[in-house]
């Protein structure tokens, strides 16, 4: 009988001790972001996808068809074409695909860019059902921005 006694007042005193800690926790602050109501404020050295910078002076990208993003990527995520218009002196960037899926978001390929074309995206919410929703086309968003 005294078995039985004390487990009900051991199992009483832990049931006041757990009431004790939420109680205490409800009169503290909220510190819990409501996610989709309320977006978190992105840092600034946040890295997302790789993406084309934006020029002005062109209305288009700086890529120069190089190849050093593609050469330092250890991923092996970036694969770009380009080709040689009629009349023009350099190549021209064709199709320049990121495969996101097996990217490390490492930076070296915005590193070794010798003009700058690339930089690192603000995205934070990707999510997808399919792998091809992360095989992104950088030519194609650049035209598709505002």
Same mark, same amino acid.
């Given at each position: ?8 007042? &051991?199992?009483?005193? $832990? /049931? *006041?001790?757990?009431?004790? *800690?939420? /109680? ?5 602050? &909220?510190?819990? %972001?409501? !996610? ?17 910078? !934006?020029?002005?002076?062109?209305? $288009?990208?700086? %890529? ?8 330092? %990527?250890?991923?092996?995520?970036? $694969? /770009?074409?380009? +080709? ?9 960037? $064709?199709?320049?695909?990121? @495969? ?22 603000? +995205? !934070? @919410? ?7 929703? !992360?095989?992104?086309? /950088? ?8």
């Amino acid at each position: 009988m005294a078995a039985y006694i004390k487990s009900i007042l &051991v199992g009483t005193w $832990s /049931l *006041i001790a757990g009431l004790a *800690i939420t /109680l205490r926790f409800v009169f503290k602050p &909220v510190v819990t %972001c409501q !996610y989709p109501h309320a977006v978190p404020k992105i840092p600034d050295r946040y890295r997302g996808h790789i993406d084309f910078v !934006y020029d002005p002076a062109t209305c $288009s990208h700086k %890529c120069i068809v190089c190849g050093m993003c593609q050469k330092t %990527c250890p991923s092996g995520c970036i $694969s /770009l074409e380009g +080709e040689k218009l009629e009349g023009a002196k350099k190549k021209t960037l $064709s199709v320049y695909q990121l @495969n996101f899926t097996t990217c490390s978001l490492c930076g070296l390929c915005v590193e070794a860019c010798p003009t700058g074309a690339l930089t690192f995206s603000k +995205e !934070y @919410n990707l999510a997808g059902f399919d792998e091809k929703e !992360y095989h992104f086309d /950088l030519i194609k968003r650049l035209q598709e921005r505002p």
